[in-house]
Every structure is written in structure tokens, then in C-alpha cells.
């Protein structure tokens, strides 16, 4: 995104101020007025910005970015936990000292997990190790900072492999697995209605893929 801001930037002149957050928040504090500042493009979960389409809060049409897995980390330098089958995934989750993601009150990340817990018939054992955060950059940062080799963290692909201090293990088994389709839209009432189409037809083309790639996104 920040790449795409700095191209945009340079190719047109405008200036581009951005927010970032869990998708529920960011849908809220947009409907709530964004504290005043205006909105001229939005990105968050396809089904989010397909409820804003049909409230008159965003127009169509929805852009696609591609989906996100979630993925599991540890700090770097640290050994890496084998979670590639449901039991190994247990066992890791059941020996860690903290297990940090996405708060699920309003992370899509953060249900993932969640689900996932319960799933695994562990949720009540580890309920007092967990440790939310409003989003998974956040828990991401916390667990590189943390000095807890025995810590996990748990989180969207495209959350954990932006941040130097830890390490990407592996994606969730696919039983686990509930990957999010990310999506943009501008916003009705924009006064910039043609410069959001032109900075979201750059986020969602082929020359943004492989970042979007690098990111963490599927195609």
C-alpha cells in the first residue's frame, strides 16, 4: 500500500492520507465520520465493502486485491514449532507462553483464531495466555519485542511477513484455514471520485501483484 501511495503520489500530484486497522474498526470509524476526515476509498473484507455498496455508503463497482491465509510466527532467531497437522498445531499452542493475534471483537484474523481454538477443543486451557491486539501489525510488533522464545503468534499472511523481528512458520492447516478476499470501493459522497478510481485501478492491476505476492495475497 505504501509503495502504491508513493507512486501515486509522484504520478499525479495529490497528496494521499492514510489509515490502517483491523477491518472492523476501519469500517466503523468510516461510518462514524472518520473523525472528520474525509473518506475517498476504502479497502477492507469483500463482504464488508459489498454491505457498504448496498448501504449508499460506497459505489460499486468492488475491486478485488486477492485473499490472505493466516499464518503462524515466532520471534526470529527463534527454533520453529512444527504446526503442519491439526495435533502438532495442539501440542504448540498448549506449551506456549503467550499466543498473541488480532483482537476478535473486530479483526477478521482475530475469528480465525479463535475458531481455530475451538476447533482444537483447547479455547478454555489457553484462554488466560491469550493476548489481544487491535490488529495483527500490532501483535506482530509486540511478539518481535516480547523477548519470549516460547511465545506464538498468529495472524494474516500479509500481517507477519512485513515485520523484521519475527519469523513466519507456516499457514494453519487447511482445516483452519478461512482465507479473507480483500477488496476496495470509493466512497459515494467523495469529492474525488475520479482520483480514489484512479489510486484503487492501481492497487487492484497486474504491475501491484507482485507486491500484493510478496505481501502475503493469493491470486
Known sequence: MQQVIADFKRDTGNDVRAAFGAVGAMKARALAGNEGLPVDAIVLTDAMIDELIVSGYA????????????????????????VSNAASLRTELLAASVITFPDPAIATAGKIVMACLDKLGIASKVQPRLKFFPNGNAAMNWLAA????????????SEILPIAGVSYIAPLPDEFQMKAT??????????????????????????????????GYEF
Do not use: W
Open 59 to 82: 459505489e460499486p463497482p468492488r475491486c478485488n486485491l486477492g485473499k490472505v491465509g493466516t499464518g503462524v510466527a515466532v520471534r526470529a532467531g527463534v527454533a520453529k514449532p512444527d
Open 146 to 157: 516480547s523477548g519470549d522464545a516460547r511465545a506464538i503468534g498468529i495472524t494474516q499472511n
Open 182 to 215: 480483500y477488496s476496495a470501493a470509493g466512497v459515494a459522497n467523495s469529492r474525488h471520485t475520479a482520483e480514489a478510481r484512479d489510486f484503487i485501478s492501481r492497487l487492484t492491476s497486474p504491475a501491484a501483484r507482485p507486491m500484493l505476492a510478496a505481501a
